[in-house]
Structure formats: structure tokens, C-alpha cells
């Protein structure tokens, strides 16, 4: 049995084991393949059964040319470089791992509104570059600092992920606002449910936890945002194809959006001309709210069982 992982090192830079995969057959782990080239993933595959992939696209031509293919396993979530349709025509599941980052990146989007808040690393790096120091008074500040007790929050998509942020907000002290299409009992216990309109209205902070679709692709747009109060705060760790950039960046020149905290952009890694990159009031990290090494250890662990699932003969987890 021959089994390949094709990017494996943002996954596991080091801190993890591959060992529980290596038991189930004969491993060989890529720490990174050209995302562009397919035939660099066709080379590497070869014969093997069962391949694993974080970000490599494992598409028609890919599996056409890799025969041998009997099972495939997403590092994540997400699985839209696969080719499932396809890969289901010829009898292959593709697994994925569900629900690995409900507390990391929960987490991650509270954290990116408290530097909204707060700009802690701005401050620290101020105090050592010696303004502290320098300061005709006991403190300063270089930003607006925000309380966010009283305040609302606004969460577009309230799954698992949004309403672990839910319940975070309101031991802040905020009111919880949420839009989903599918409401949940659990959900009424941590917030409102409003429509998106409302929602848009009523929120001083609007954060992102749904999945991208065809149909909500770009809908933080110049209209939406004309319809948010004015000086709103964006959260955003879901897809950055779920905000158009241009417009996102238009509206914090002009004030209308006070902030944003952005984890996710359209194009991954960032491209140079990404009109974020120069807009006023706007927090970019490198797509890391998934990486803490607990959440990373539930994807490897989830994979490893996917993989044992499959050659029991019960595949789990199966997107295709």
C-alpha cells in the first residue's frame, strides 16, 4: 500500500508525527508541491492508493493520469481542490476533516477584533522603540481604544465556529446577533437570529463564519457596506472571496468601515497589489486561524482515522 502526502508541511512543520499514517503502509510525505503544475502532482502520486492533500489541486487531469487512485484525503475542511465529481465517476471517495477548528478559529477571530480594539502589538512595539520613554505623560495611545461591552456583534454563518464566537461575545458583554439559513435551538440560547438586512443595521461589529458559495460570493460589496452603520468593524476568517476587496478597502479610506481584522484574502498568498495591503485601519495575518499545533494534531488524527475507515471498508467523512 502506497500512500502520499503531497504538501504536508504546513500541516506538520516539524511539531507532529507522521507515524500513525507510515503504519498503514508505505509513506512518502512532500513537504510542498507546485500548486500550478500538474504534473509535478502526477509524478509524485504515481502508483500510489491512498494521497493526501492540504492546498494541491488533484484535478480530472491528475486523477486520469493517476489510476491507481483509491482513496483521497483532504488536510481540512475544505475540499475544492479536488475534483469530486469526478473523482466519484470513478468510485474514489474524498474525505475531508470536518470539524477540527471550532475553538482555534474562534479564538482566532476574537483575537483579531481585541487588536482591533486595543492594537496591542502596535503599543508594545511603541514602548520598546521608546515613546513610553519619551512621553510628556504617564501613558498614551496611538489609536482609538474600544470597550466592547454594550456593543453588538453580528454573525453571518452560526455553526459550530460562530457560536463558539457567540458565546465568547457575550462574556464580553455584547449582544449577539446571528444570520443563518438553518437556525439551531442551540443557537436561540446564545443569540438573535435576524435577517441579513437587519443584522447589517444593527451590528458595530460584523463577522464572517459562513461557507463560500456560489451565491454569497462577494456580498460584502459597496452595497452591503452602504447599508452597515457607520464606523463598523469587519472580522473575517471564513474566505476572503466572501468580501470584495476593492470596495472593503474604498469604505476604510473613507471611514465608513472603521477597521477590519482579515485573516483571509481572495488570493492566497497575498498578492502585492491587493488594495488591502495599503488601506487605512486594516489588521492582515497570513490565514493562520487554523494552526495552533491542537488544532493541526485533531487534523492529523482525523486523517490518520479516515484513511484506517476507508480500508476497513466504511469510509467517513466522505464529501464526494
Known sequence: MKIVVLDGYVENPGDLSWDALGALGALTVY?????????????????????????????RRVLEACP???????????????????????????????????????????????????????????????DWTRSKDWCYWDYPLIELEGKTIGII??????????RVAAALGMRVLACDGKPTDSGRQIAEYVSLEELYARADVITLHCNLTAENTGMINRDAISRMKDGVILINNARGQL???????DALNSGKVAAAGLDVVSTEP???????????????????????????????????????????????????
Not at 100 to 123: D, M, N, P, W
Open 31 to 59: 513537504d510542498r508541491t507546485d500548486l500550478h503544475d500538474e504534473q509535478a502532482a502526477i509524478d509524485r502520486i504515481g502508483d500510489a492508493e491512498l494521497v493526501f492533500t492540504n492546498k494541491t489541486p488533484i484535478t
Open 68 to 130: 491507481q487512485i483509491r482513496f483521497i484525503g483532504v488536510l481540512a475542511t475544505g475540499y475544492n481542490v479536488v475534483d469530486t465529481t469526478f473523482a466519484r465517476e470513478r468510485g474514489i471517495p474524498v474525505c475531508n476533516v470536518p470539524a477540527y477548528g471550532t475553538a482555534s478559529v474562534s479564538q482566532f477571530s476574537i483575537a483579531l477584533l481585541l487588536e482591533v480594539c486595543h492594537h496591542v502589538g502596535h503599543h508594545s512595539d511603541s514602548v520598546r522603540a521608546g
Open 157 to 166: 454563518g452560526f455553526g459550530r465556529i460562530g457560536q463558539q464566537e457567540g
Open 243 to 249: 468580501i470584495v476587496e476593492q470596495d472593503l478597502a
Open 270 to 320: 497575498i498578492r502585492a497589489d491587493n488594495p488591502l495591503l495599503g488601506a487605512k485601519n486594516c489588521i492582515l495575518t497570513p490565514h493562520i486561524s487554523w494552526a495552533p499545533k491542537e488544532s493541526r494534531q485533531r487534523i492529523m488524527d482525523c486523517s490518520v482515522e479516515n484513511a484506517r475507515a476507508f480500508l476497513a471498508g466504511r469510509p467517513q467523512n466522505v464529501v464526494n
